[in-house]
């Protein structure tokens, strides 16, 4: 059987970059429906794969995006932008 570390280009995490502690995420969590197939993997690393957890790529997306605008009104707003701990 064919590692799942085997079947996509292990580089970088798809979301903070980094090089180091990186595993194979689905991206449609097994959980969800998901599937080992290459086209449902990708690389993260340690620190984002446990943030992400059961999400889907497109649900962490969608949260990323929403954390945007929220930013975005709060500044328009003349109000300071939440901070990440």
């Given at each position: 059987?064919?590692?799942?570390?085997?079947?996509?280009?292990?580089?970088?995490?798809?979301?903070?970059?980094?090089?180091?502690?990186?595993?194979?995420?689905?991206?449609?969590?097994?959980?969800?429906?998901?599937?080992?197939?290459?086209?449902?993997?990708?690389?993260?690393?340690?620190?984002?794969?446990?943030?992400?957890?059961?999400?889907?790529?497109?649900?962490?997306?969608?949260?990323?995006?929403?954390?945007i605008e929220i930013q975005?009104s709060r500044l328009s707003?003349?109000?300071?932008?939440?901070?990440?701990?």
């Amino acid at each position: 059987m064919t590692k799942l570390r085997d079947k996509i280009k292990m580089t970088r995490c798809k979301y903070c970059k980094s090089k180091e502690n990186l595993t194979v995420d689905h991206k449609v969590p097994i959980i969800q429906g998901g599937t080992g197939k290459n086209s449902n993997l990708q690389c993260l690393c340690r620190r984002c794969n446990g943030i992400k957890s059961g999400l889907s790529h497109k649900q962490v997306i969608r949260y990323f995006n929403w954390f945007i605008e929220i930013q975005e009104s709060r500044l328009s707003a003349g109000k300071k932008p939440y901070t990440l701990r």
